[in-house]
């Protein structure tokens, strides 16, 4: 009886899942492998201890985590919305601009929060497919095309692109936001910080641009939820006005604002994981049957036989990857995240173990 009263466009929905089990190693989802740093333990154990206390409301603007923001990024505080995530941000703008039967673009296969969200609203996703022969290439004219032919009132690009790893150049994006003027559009740069390009420069010249950035990735924070968008003050406005009312804690402000005030050491890790990642990629490449897609994120790609066994024999293991084998696209591939040396060396280990001896029996 439930299910008939279920809106029918939901009925189909599968939930995002993030399986909680036992492991020696997780590489699932794409978290960063460090702890906070000892200085900051002990700053957030001070405010624990002496702060206002956890009785009394967070700010709801975030004001201070949004002035820090806003300088280091050269925009004005009211141009930032920071949020439980950046995929509350998705939610919110999704909210803001999609009404029912109205089309939300975005390259396949992405981020599938972007169509969980779009479908939630009564919105209609429009999937454009990257070329997976091709390392997932991304085709800008027909993406274009797409967007203005289905009137998009939204499009996402995941920049660099979960799950395959792949970029967009600025170029590619200035040329989507100005050709496509009548729709929003979403850079999503959850991963950004591992690559070499960031569109926040766009902002003040394009209206309709948004830009997403998170704390769950390079800044440590996956378990803190913490996001937050730049764009221009028209549209931060409106996705103020559904924003919910204190929507980040008062821990997960505090936190962010002092993680992120530690750039030289939050570079540091980032730069660890780009070498760790190019490591990775050379010793991935040593394995027979194994195909890597360039990746420009702190994960990567592989295409390899037996894919779904090979994931089940690792989580036997203790080791945890993204396991894609149920995917109509990705069917043969898993996603590795970036971990540390010490990580990547055990993973490695025991992933040639099952290629060398176990899929070989098959």
Not at 58 to 68: A, F, G, I, Q, V
Not at 85 to 90: F, K, P, R, T, V
Not at 92 to 105: C, Y
Request: glycine fraction near 4%.
């Amino acid at each position: 009886m439930i299910k008939d009263l279920v809106r029918p466009e939901l009925q189909k929905l599968v939930p995002y899942v993030s399986h909680q089990i036992p492991y020696r190693i997780k590489l699932d989802a794409n978290e960063s492998p460090f702890e906070l740093p000892a200085s900051i333990s002990k700053r957030l154990e001070d405010y624990l201890k002496n702060g206002p206390g956890l009785n009394i409301y967070p700010d709801n603007e975030s004001t201070e985590l949004r002035k820090t923001l806003a300088k280091y990024w050269n925009v004005d505080s009211d141009e930032i919305v920071v949020g439980t995530g950046s995929n509350q941000l998705i939610q919110l703008i999704i909210t803001v601009f999609v009404g029912n039967g109205e089309k939300v673009v975005y390259p396949w296969p992405t981020f599938s929060m972007y169509k969980i969200n779009t479908l939630i609203a009564g919105g209609v996703p429009v999937e454009v497919p990257l070329d997976k022969d091709r390392d997932f290439l991304f085709a800008v004219d027909e993406f274009i095309d797409t967007v203005n032919r289905e009137r998009a009132k939204v499009v996402f690009l995941c920049n660099p692109n979960n799950p395959t790893g792949g970029m967009i150049s600025l170029e590619d994006i200035e040329r989507i936001v100005k050709e496509c003027s009548n729709s929003i559009i979403v850079v999503d740069e959850a991963y950004a910080e591992f690559c070499t390009q960031s569109a926040v420069s766009f902002v003040k010249k394009y209206e309709n641009l948004v830009v997403l950035r998170t704390f769950s990735k390079a800044y440590l924070l996956a378990g803190a939820r913490c996001g937050y968008s730049i764009s221009g003050p028209e549209i931060a406005n409106e996705i103020n006005k559904i924003r919910p009312t204190y929507n980040v804690s008062s821990l997960t402000q505090l936190i962010a604002k002092m993680v992120f005030e530690e750039q030289k050491e939050m570079q540091d890790k980032i730069l660890y994981l780009i070498e760790q990642r190019g490591n990775l990629e050379d010793s991935l490449r040593k394995i027979k049957d194994v195909y890597i897609y360039p990746s420009f994120a702190n994960y990567i790609l592989i295409k390899v036989p037996e894919a779904g066994i090979i994931s089940k024999e690792l989580e036997k293991r203790g080791i945890l990857i993204r396991d894609f084998s149920n995917d109509p696209i990705l069917h043969d591939c898993i996603r590795i995240s970036v971990g540390t040396k010490e990580q990547n060396d055990i993973f490695l280990k025991e992933f040639s173990d099952i290629i060398n001896s176990f899929l070989r029996t098959l």
